[in-house]
């Protein structure tokens, strides 16, 4: 049993005695904590670190001076688990780009591991259960209570040892390389940091399927909500959800959105009520002529021939049989949308990683290869 306890630091004394131990280090676990379940914007409030043995957890919100931490940090070799949110979250918040990581979920999905989140792979190669309770907690309360504390230091308490089990099977399985690939990309792509909204921020998940008066009411109401959600400091989906969003829409399209309004449930409907209101009476007064317009896309290539409807359904049969073979998902050699562009152009692999290409080419081949066969 790994050892529980962990160091509290929130003082800039406390801070320096962590770098002074961090400049001998090469590798660290290291795993956050941010409050984006409980405000408007995210701000990153923990971090969990082990190393020799020893769990710290950093105050990200007091008033000290971090830049000696982040600039210790770099050039370390980093054990996380799931690290895409947290590399977008030090990005933003410090500029930081990690130089190397290692992350136990990407580990778990080439190994063929179904269930690679971190409580479900702690429970199966520790047989430790991870407390729940505690996952959607405001982590910028302060102070911290010391539940809240435990269970953010657990979640760095037995990475080191994960790693290297996990790092034993990959070594068998022939796939570091893969791994070593997949861990590069997630650094890369962490950069783009989070998306930034754009005036067509609005046009959330099926607002494609609204008529023109219900769009003009979509966009009403995404506004409305998030000039609410601004000024109450909570995330938008907490003052309206997407879906009461767009069935208000398409009420306003349909013309009864008083009726649809009235059987919301009590809270929504109480919740600012007049400006709820207003919003709808705005998307309902609002020409859909005036909303911003998109960009034009890019000139289609149009649906696939059936030729390239056949030629997709065999790569997309070899994928799965050497998916099968492998372990793995087949999306992780290539998704749907990947088959598509290698059913129009065998060559078009870009955004694919070294590995993913060498199947792919082989799968290609063998696609072709049947083809041949059978004219034969």
Not at 27 to 32: R, W
Not at 81 to 99: I, M, P, Q, V, Y
Not at 137 to 153: F, H, I, N, T
Request: with cysteine; hydrophobic share 35%; glycine share 4%.
């Amino acid at each position: 049993m790994e050892d529980e306890s962990f160091e509290y630091i929130d003082t800039q004394e406390g801070l320096n005695y962590l770098c002074d131990q961090l400049d001998s280090q090469t590798e660290i676990a290291l795993d956050s904590e941010a409050d984006n379940l409980h405000h408007y914007a995210t701000q990153l409030c923990l971090l969990q670190l082990r190393f020799d043995h020893r769990t710290y957890l950093l105050d990200m919100l007091a008033e000290i001076e971090y830049s000696r931490f982040w600039e210790t940090l770099n050039g370390m070799h980093l054990i996380m688990h799931g690290s895409d949110f947290d590399l977008r979250l030090f990005k933003e918040f410090a500029n930081f780009r990690a130089t190397s990581i290692f992350d136990s979920m990407l580990a778990s999905q080439l190994l063929g591991i179904k269930k690679f989140g971190l409580a479900s792979l702690l429970e199966e190669f520790f047989e430790v259960k991870m407390p729940k309770d505690s996952q959607k907690s405001d982590w910028s309360q302060r102070p911290l209570s010391e539940k809240m504390l435990k269970y953010a230091a657990k979640d760095v308490l037995y990475l080191y040892r994960l790693r290297d089990l996990l790092m034993e099977r990959i070594r068998e399985h022939g796939r570091k390389v893969w791994l070593e690939q997949r861990c590069e990309y997630q650094i890369e792509i962490a950069q783009r940091g989070f998306p930034e909204g754009s005036e067509h921020s609005w046009r959330i998940s099926g607002a494609n399927k609204l008529d023109d008066k219900g769009k003009a009411a979509l966009y009403e109401l995404w506004h409305w909500r998030d000039d609410l959600a601004r000024r109450l400091d909570r995330p938008p989906f907490k003052v309206l959800g997407n879906e009461y969003m767009l069935k208000l829409a398409e009420a306003v399209s349909e013309g009864n959105w008083e009726f649809i309004f009235e059987s919301l449930p009590p809270g929504i409907r109480r919740r600012e009520k007049q400006g709820l209101v207003d919003a709808l009476k705005r998307g309902e007064a609002r020409d859909a002529s005036s909303l911003p317009k998109l960009p034009p896309r890019e000139e289609s290539k149009g649906p696939l021939s059936q030729v390239e409807l056949d030629r997709q359904e065999k790569i997309k049969l070899q994928r799965n049989r050497v998916a099968e073979e492998l372990g793995i998902d087949p999306t992780l050699i290539a998704t749907r949308s990947h088959v598509a562009q290698l059913a129009r152009d065998s060559n078009a692999m870009e955004g694919l990683l070294d590995w993913q290409k060498e199947l792919l080419r082989q799968i290609i081949d063998s696609a072709e290869s049947n083809d041949s066969s059978a004219e034969d």
